[in-house]
């Protein structure tokens, strides 16, 4: 069963720091590109980047540009997105997807093959 499962979640002061990290099980992840996506109560679900299958390309969404970094280790199988200056307006469930989909940029969430169960990052003081 192909399976994602998203761990590094929880609650942080506003300019704090977290680790996100999008491990698969039952599949590799080396043809594969993997996004970044949340959704914050209330709101649409917004795409924050995405990496290509070789990690060689990234993009992140206006928002988060800066602030956030997406990386891929493929021996262990594993996708980070690593957050930093986070901001009250962070706060949502995130979600690790993937898909054989190669796209110059990232494809839109519906074109998503497998997703992750999501974890939530609550940015307050």
């Known amino acids: 069963q192909l399976q994602l499962v998203e761990s590094g979640g929880g609650l942080v002061q506003p300019g704090g720091s977290l680790r996100l990290s999008c491990a698969a099980t039952?599949?590799?992840?080396?043809?594969?590109?993997v996004g970044w996506l949340r959704q914050a109560p209330g709101k649409a679900r917004e795409g924050v980047g995405c990496i290509s299958s070789s990690g060689s390309r990234t993009y992140y969404a206006d928002s988060v540009k800066g602030r956030f970094t997406i990386s891929r280790d493929n021996a262990k199988n594993t996708v980070y997105l690593q957050m930093n200056s986070l901001e009250p307006e962070d706060t949502a469930i995130y979600y690790c997807?993937?898909?054989?989909?190669?796209?110059?940029?990232?494809?839109?969430?519906?074109?998503?093959?497998?997703w992750g169960q999501g974890t939530q990052v609550t940015v307050s003081s």
């Open positions: 997807a993937a898909t054989e989909l190669v796209a110059a940029g990232c494809v839109d969430w519906y074109e998503y093959d497998v």
């Open positions: 039952g599949f590799t992840l080396d043809y594969y590109a």
